[in-house]
C-alpha cells in the first residue's frame, strides 16, 4: 500500500472553514495520475460515507449533504488532493479520511489515509 498523508483537520467554529490535504508520498508519479482520489468521513457508530472525490482528468462527484459548500481538488504533479470546506455545520464533524483506487475499484475501497478529525462547534 501507498501511504497517504493527511493534514489540516481541527476544531472550527460553525460558519468557518477548514482545508484538508492528503498527499500519495511514495506514489509513483506516473500511478498517482491513474487514480481516483477521494475523501471520505465516518462518525462513532456509523460506517465511512463518500464526501467527495476527483478522477485523474477533474470530474468530480460530491455528497449532496456537502455541494455548495465542499470542494475536491487535485495537482498531479504534487501527488496531492485537498478538501476545502466552507460554512460548516456541527454534522460536518467527522474523522475524514484520504482514499485512493483504481477506477476498476468500487467506491469504498482501495488505501486509505489513517484520518484526520475535523470537529465543528462553537
Known amino acids: 500500500q501507498v501511504p497517504l498523508v493527511e493534514s489540516g483537520g481541527g476544531l472550527v467554529q460553525p460558519g468557518g472553514s477548514l482545508r484538508l490535504s492528503c498527499r500519495a508520498s511514495?506514489?509513483?508519479?506516473?500511478?498517482?495520475?491513474?487514480?481516483?482520489m477521494g475523501w471520505y468521513r465516518q462518525t462513532p457508530g456509523k460506517g465511512r460515507e463518500l464526501v467527495a472525490d476527483?478522477?485523474?482528468?477533474?470530474?468530480?462527484t460530491y455528497a449532496d449533504s456537502v455541494k455548495g459548500r465542499f470542494t475536491i481538488s487535485r495537482d498531479n504533479s504534487r501527488k496531492t488532493i485537498w478538501l476545502r470546506m466552507d460554512s460548516l455545520k456541527p454534522e460536518d464533524t467527522a474523522v475524514y479520511f484520504c482514499?485512493?483506487?483504481?477506477?476498476?475499484?468500487?467506491?469504498?475501497?482501495?488505501?486509505w489515509g489513517q484520518g484526520t478529525q475535523v470537529t465543528v462547534s462553537s
Open positions: 511514495r506514489a509513483i508519479l506516473s500511478t498517482f495520475n491513474t487514480y481516483i
Open positions: 476527483i478522477t485523474r482528468d477533474g470530474t468530480t
Open positions: 482514499n485512493q483506487r483504481f477506477a476498476s475499484i468500487s467506491a469504498g475501497g482501495g488505501s
